[in-house]
């Protein structure tokens, strides 16, 4: 049955209206599920506003690839009643339309947000936890390398500060350095400023308004030097403190290259002592993860909009179960693959596609079953 253009785009934007609420509405709920369970840990440890930012950023492309699918499938449900509650599906009957009408319009939204899912899972999500480990690490460094009124040693080094800001601030410090073990020194300064670079594992304590004392030579005891600056900085190397690198040591973590070359190097008998993983099969789970979640728009729609139509008239709190439990049956089914799977019954692939499977049978089932009228 062809599809009218003008009631494909009204179905199209009531299911958006929805979808956009229901999105709002998930996204938060993932968003602090996430983050407010550690939120007051993390401020303890030295989180100021501009790490917290960086946390939402980073947390947000991570809830949207679940978010999305689950408020699509919401919104279909939601729009379909709306459009039966008002009567609407009554006209839609008495002019022959059957199910197709809904369902060509949903699959067409499903389409783009599966496009957007698949750019958000092959590009960015693994980007925003890499960084968001990097921002963890980070934080948790300034809170615990640089402690008030602790003499602490960092290689060659000892440092000791009055007071620390949570912004990093810095007052009352002092620095003996002994990197060059015939002319070690002291640095004396009012304020600075301990700034940590992720990438090189360093700090740097930017100071102010201080002294440098060098030690006399041995050569010449009597001899005291003493000199005065503005501004002063010193970087120590930390990266034996915090043990592991800040490299990708986690599958979903890693772009796509660097999950084959891990694959690769296990293939060969690497052991993969340096990662978090060394099972092979959990970065084979994440590449087909990558490959398979982005289609759960797209069977959503395929499942929602039969179930809303048989259900349309049975019941206003039906449809909601029916998407909690088509979410649930679809999640609930990768967590069992991936079990399987890390146990040897499956390989990878299969664990993987297996919900693809059964929603896209159950989907064309569905559809066969309520090709003709909408149901009254």
Same mark, same amino acid.
């Given at each position: 049955?062809?599809?009218?253009?003008?009631?494909?785009?009204?179905?199209?934007?009531?299911?958006?209206?929805?979808?956009?609420?229901?999105?709002?509405?998930?996204?938060?709920?993932?968003?602090?599920?996430?983050?407010?369970?550690?939120?007051?840990?993390?401020?303890?440890?030295?989180?100021?506003?501009?790490?917290?930012?960086?946390?939402?950023?980073?947390?947000?492309?991570?809830?949207?690839?679940?978010?999305?699918?689950?408020?699509?499938?919401?919104?279909?449900?939601?729009?379909?009643?709306?459009?039966?509650?008002?009567?609407?599906?009554?006209?839609?009957?008495?002019?022959?339309?059957?199910?197709?009408?809904?369902?060509?319009?949903?699959?067409?939204?499903?389409?783009?947000?599966?496009?957007?899912?698949?750019?958000?899972?092959?590009?960015?999500?693994?980007?925003?936890?890499?960084?968001?480990?990097?921002?963890?690490?980070?934080?948790?460094?300034?809170?615990?390398?640089?402690?008030?009124?602790?003499?602490?040693?960092?290689?060659?080094?000892?440092?000791?500060?009055?007071?620390?800001?949570?912004?990093?601030?810095?007052?009352?410090?002092?620095?003996?350095?002994?990197?060059?073990?015939?002319?070690?020194?002291?640095?004396?300064?009012?304020?600075?400023?301990?700034?940590?670079?992720?990438?090189?594992?360093?700090?740097?304590?930017?100071?102010?308004?201080?002294?440098?004392?060098?030690?006399?030579?041995?050569?010449?005891?009597?001899?005291?030097?003493?000199?005065?600056?503005?501004?002063?900085?010193?970087?120590?190397?930390?990266?034996?403190?915090?043990?592991?690198?800040?490299?990708?040591?986690?599958?979903?973590?890693?772009?796509?290259?660097?999950?084959?070359?891990?694959?690769?190097?296990?293939?060969?008998?690497?052991?993969?002592?340096?990662?978090?993983?060394?099972?092979?099969?959990?970065?084979?789970?994440?590449? #087909? &993860?990558? +490959? *398979? %979640?982005?289609?759960?728009?797209? @069977?959503? /729609? =395929?499942?929602?909009?039969?179930?809303?139509? !048989?259900?349309? #008239? &049975?019941? +206003? *709190? %039906?449809?909601?179960?029916?998407? @909690?439990? /088509? =979410?649930?049956?679809?999640?609930?089914?990768? !967590?069992?693959?991936?079990?399987?799977?890390?146990?040897?019954?499956?390989?990878?692939?299969? /664990?993987?596609?297996?919900?693809?499977?059964?929603? !896209?049978?159950?989907?064309?089932?569905?559809?066969?079953?309520?090709?003709?009228?909408?149901?009254?």
């Amino acid at each position: 049955m062809r599809c009218p253009r003008t009631l494909s785009l009204y179905v199209m934007r009531e299911t958006s209206l929805y979808f956009g609420l229901s999105f709002a509405v998930l996204t938060l709920v993932l968003l602090t599920q996430n983050l407010l369970r550690r939120l007051d840990e993390l401020f303890l440890i030295g989180m100021t506003p501009a790490d917290l930012a960086v946390v939402l950023r980073c947390i947000v492309p991570v809830a949207l690839s679940y978010s999305l699918p689950l408020a699509f499938l919401v919104g279909i449900l939601l729009a379909i009643r709306r459009l039966g509650g008002d009567g609407e599906l009554r006209g839609w009957r008495a002019a022959g339309l059957g199910p197709l009408a809904l369902l060509v319009p949903q699959l067409v939204l499903g389409a783009a947000i599966a496009g957007l899912s698949a750019w958000l899972l092959s590009s960015v999500e693994h980007e925003a936890r890499r960084e968001l480990v990097r921002t963890f690490k980070a934080v948790a460094a300034r809170g615990a390398l640089i402690e008030p009124g602790v003499f602490r040693r960092l290689g060659s080094r000892i440092v000791f500060v009055e007071s620390r800001e949570r912004d990093g601030g810095l007052s009352g410090i002092m620095i003996y350095d002994e990197t060059q073990p015939d002319r070690p020194f002291h640095v004396f300064a009012k304020q600075g400023q301990l700034v940590f670079d992720a990438e090189a594992a360093e700090i740097e304590i930017r100071l102010a308004e201080g002294d440098l004392h060098l030690r006399p030579r041995p050569d010449d005891p009597d001899r005291y030097e003493r000199m005065r600056f503005d501004a002063f900085s010193v970087r120590m190397d930390v990266g034996f403190l915090l043990g592991a690198d800040f490299g990708p040591v986690r599958p979903k973590q890693m772009d796509r290259a660097e999950l084959l070359a891990v694959l690769a190097r296990a293939r060969a008998g690497d052991p993969l002592r340096e990662l978090d993983q060394r099972n092979p099969i959990e970065y084979e789970l994440e590449l #087909h &993860r990558r +490959r *398979s %979640l982005p289609f759960a728009p797209l @069977l959503f /729609a =395929a499942v929602a909009v039969p179930l809303a139509l !048989a259900s349309e #008239h &049975r019941g +206003r *709190s %039906l449809g909601l179960l029916l998407a @909690l439990t /088509a =979410a649930f049956t679809y999640y609930g089914l990768g !967590a069992f693959g991936e079990s399987v799977a890390r146990q040897g019954r499956v390989p990878a692939a299969v /664990a993987s596609w297996l919900p693809n499977g059964v929603f !896209a049978a159950a989907g064309v089932t569905l559809a066969a079953r309520s090709r003709g009228r909408i149901p009254r």
